[in-house]
């Protein structure tokens, strides 16, 4: 087995050109994903959090390749004899990777087609890569049972599903390659709460049973809690802390992680409400200010905030923060949940 990490992301960036005028003179750009670098073990799953717009999705699509990254790289090792770079790869070998990895899309209602059925649509990938059609039958079948579908419905059409059971399809689409990767973009967040916790356990039984790395999209920290080994946590297009899902729950190393952390429910609800409501506005991924861009909403912010952008440092072994104060804050953090099988809802 390869002692390679399964995908080594470095120095990744996607910036969108900003165009104005007549001529579509570029005066700026959108740095969505800027300068990203980590790395993910076989079977690990990377918790990747963060508001909205900064730059998640992204990262999450740069690094499947299903956009194209302005800059670094992203070396993917599915095996000991494959190594590729999924930035800068050419289209042949790309295909020759897709079956190995995949992306679980936030809705269920608008990525799938409602003309194919369900069989044919968790078939479609297997069809792309010629798989004879008796095979793509019984593999079809083996991988909706694991998703818990029923194989006498595989004949229907979407519409006939309920929003969980469509996320299920989504997620046997994802598998019927057997990839080692999966992307999953907020998997849970366009479903019903009642029924975020079975989706949840699904995929965390499927990451066991089938020993698959994933990165898990979200925009809140509660919910990548149970299923997370590690965590990013984003801001305007960069990792401003990356750690042990239990250091970064009970001892976090930035401001804005402890203010995520502020807003995850907590379990007694005797505890005082200590949620901290950061001011102001995220920062433009367009426009960002000087310095830490999180200084104009950081309540510890100091002059060298303003001034100089602090890079993301290993604090101690495994934690990462990119915070100038890192070592000598004393921010609250939560005692995080122990993984005790299922979620119950
Ligand atoms: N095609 C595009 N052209 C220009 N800007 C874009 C494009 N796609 C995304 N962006 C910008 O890039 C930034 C990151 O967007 P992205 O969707 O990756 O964030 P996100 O964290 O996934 O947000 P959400 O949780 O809302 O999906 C945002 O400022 C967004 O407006």
Known sequence: MSTKPLLK???????????????RKVTGHVKAVDDVSFELAQGEVLGLVGESGC???TLGRCIIRAIDPTAGSAQFTPGDDVSIDLASADKKTLQ??????NMVF????S???????????????????????REITQRVERIAEMCGLNPAHLSRYPNAFSGGQRQRVCIARAL??????????????????????Q????????????????????????VVEHIADRVAVMYVGKIIELASNEDLYSRPRHPYTEALLSAVPKPDPDLADETIILGGEVASAANPPSGCYFHPRCRYAGDVCKNAAPPL?????????????????????????????????
């Not at 409602?114 to 792309?128: D, K, Q």
């Open 9 to 23: 992301v470095q120095n990744l960036k996607k910036y969108y050109p900003i165009e104005s005028g007549l001529m």
């Open 55 to 57: 730059g998640k999705t």
């Open 96 to 101: 020759s990777v897709r079956p190995h990895m």
């Open 106 to 109: 936030q809705d269920p209602f």
């Open 111 to 133: 990525s799938l087609s409602p003309r194919m059925t369900v069989r044919e649509i968790i078939g479609e990938p297997l069809r792309a890569q010629r798989v004879p059609e």
């Open 176 to 197: 019927v390659t057997n990839p080692v990767l999966l992307v999953a973009d907020e998997p849970v967040s366009a479903l019903d709460v009642s029924i975020q916790a």
């Open 199 to 222: 989706i949840l356990n699904l995929l965390q039984r499927l990451q066991r049973e089938l020993n698959l790395s994933f990165i898990f999209v979200a925009h809140d920290l509660s």
């Open 313 to 345: 440092r290993e604090i101690e072994p495994g934690h990462w923060s990119a915070c100038h104060f890192a070592e000598s804050l004393d921010l609250a953090g939560v005692v995080p949940e122990q993984d005790e099988g299922e979620i119950v809802t």
